[in-house]
């Protein structure tokens, strides 16, 4: 059964990877406050799949999946939420940028709106409700002990908290950073056109 979990965890290792929403978030909040500021990023993306395992386990995944109505609304909700974070960055003006300089102390509030803005940009992704559903379906065997299920599952949230921390770890090296630093604003306005185009690109998305 163990050997079996192998190629699963590949595949979701690989869909974790891909560029998405999640990933321009923790490059935005990695660049602008700092490490702390992306893992912390990292963790509401990674808690943020439990809406997703609930969503299934209670077969509102099921009803994302077949529900143009219950598709739509969700993706709606989170196609307004990523214009809405990409139009506060696209109103960055020279000199009036919050990149902060000192990657090692974030403000406070900093931490918290980077732990909300991954938890909420996951937790409203249709696909990823729908990956869940599909993954779960495909992975779960009947006869799996509870024990082994949740231990996998835990695995998987690690390995998504810790790809998206690698991610802002990378990005806030000094060398690295200083780059976007001297960027100013047009960082904040690149990553708004990004995210105002993922917006865009979840509302038209099919199911």
């Known amino acids: 059964m163990l050997l079996t979990l192998i190629p699963a965890y590949g595949l979701f290792l690989l869909a974790v990877m ?20 992306g ?14 395992i609930a969503y299934v386990h209670v077969g509102i995944g099921a009803l994302i999946a077949h529900s143009l109505l219950a ?4 993706k709606l ?17 020279a000199g009036t940028t919050d990149i902060v300089i000192d990657a090692a102390t974030p403000r406070s509030t900093a931490l918290r709106a980077a732990f909300g803005q991954g938890f909420v940009t996951n937790a409203l992704n249709p696909k990823a409700a729908i990956f869940w559903l599909s993954y779960l379906t495909i992975v779960v065997d009947p006869a799996m002990p509870s024990a082994v299920l949740w231990g996998f599952i835990a695995l998987l ?27 100013g604003h047009w960082f904040d306005r690149v990553m708004g056109v990004l995210l105002v185009g993922l917006g865009i690109k979840v509302a038209l998305a099919a199911r």
């Open 39 to 52: 893992v912390a990023t990292a963790l509401g993306i990674a808690l943020a799949n439990l809406i997703h």
């Open 18 to 37: 891909s560029p998405g929403p999640d990933f321009i978030m923790t490059v935005q909040n990695s660049v602008r406050h700092g490490t702390r500021a």
């Open 77 to 93: 909700l989170a196609a307004a939420y990523l214009i809405y974070l990409g139009y506060k960055a696209l109103r960055s003006r």
């Open 71 to 74: 598709f739509s609304l969700l």
């Open 157 to 183: 949230l690690l390995t998504a908290f810790v790809w998206f921390s690698l991610v802002a770890y990378c990005l806030t090296r000094q060398a690295i950073r200083q780059q976007f630093i001297r960027c």
